[in-house]
């Protein structure tokens, strides 16, 4: 699952929504409303089958294993506050999710190749885990590398960075900086959280 190499618009379908933000998999789930497989198109899930959507929606979205998601899950029901909600701005603090919403790439799949070949610096340190949680104060560059610099400053040529009070991006020296936590309005991903707290806690 964290590593899902898989038809991305069919599960872009089976979830409805759009999980895998690749041209490919948007054109080609656009081009067929209904989930895929015969039986599907008319059957209603039940409670369980709805919490069962809405965790492989975070899944998928974030690129997260089972054992990753339950981590973060324990994590977040140690948290003051609303144990989903605490659970994707978690999942929001990755640093491979920070380095999509920073315009470095298109995709977090790309975001997450990028991380794992050790592109990116944190504070100043090579960082090659996808699962990095980032804190206020911390600053992500791009190594430098004449190559990298070239393929990453191309990125923000086509897509600008996201406005984000949480996150401060300077496109001409490739920086992103965490000015702060993100915050409930922040979370990219829409989903019921409540059913999948409902869900993990079976």
């Known amino acids: 699952m964290a590593h899902y190499i898989g038809p991305k618009a069919r599960i872009n379908r089976r979830l409805r929504a759009q999980v895998y933000e690749s041209s490919g998999a948007v054109r080609a789930s656009g081009r067929r409303e209904h989930p895929p497989g015969m039986h599907l198109r008319a059957r209603r899930p039940s409670n369980y089958g709805l919490g069962l959507y809405e965790k492989q929606k975070i899944k998928h979205y ?113 920086r992103a900086t965490m000015q702060g936590l993100p915050g409930p309005s922040d979370i990219s991903l829409p989903v019921d959280a409540n059913l999948v707290v409902e869900f993990l806690s079976r």
């Open 62 to 174: 974030y690129g997260l294993g089972e054992r990753q998601l339950r981590r973060l899950f324990d994590k977040a029901g140690r948290t003051k506050g609303n144990t989903g909600q605490q659970l994707l701005l978690l999942c929001e603090r990755r640093l491979d999710n920070v380095v999509r919403r920073a315009g470095f790439t298109n995709t977090r799949s790309q975001a997450r190749q990028g991380v794992v070949h050790g592109h990116f610096q944190v504070n100043g340190i090579k960082v090659n885990k996808p699962s990095y949680l980032l804190r206020p104060g911390d600053v992500i560059t791009v190594r430098p590398r004449k190559n990298l610099q070239l393929n990453y400053q191309g990125h923000f040529q086509e897509r600008p960075a996201e406005s984000l009070d949480w996150l401060a991006v300077d496109a001409e020296t490739l």
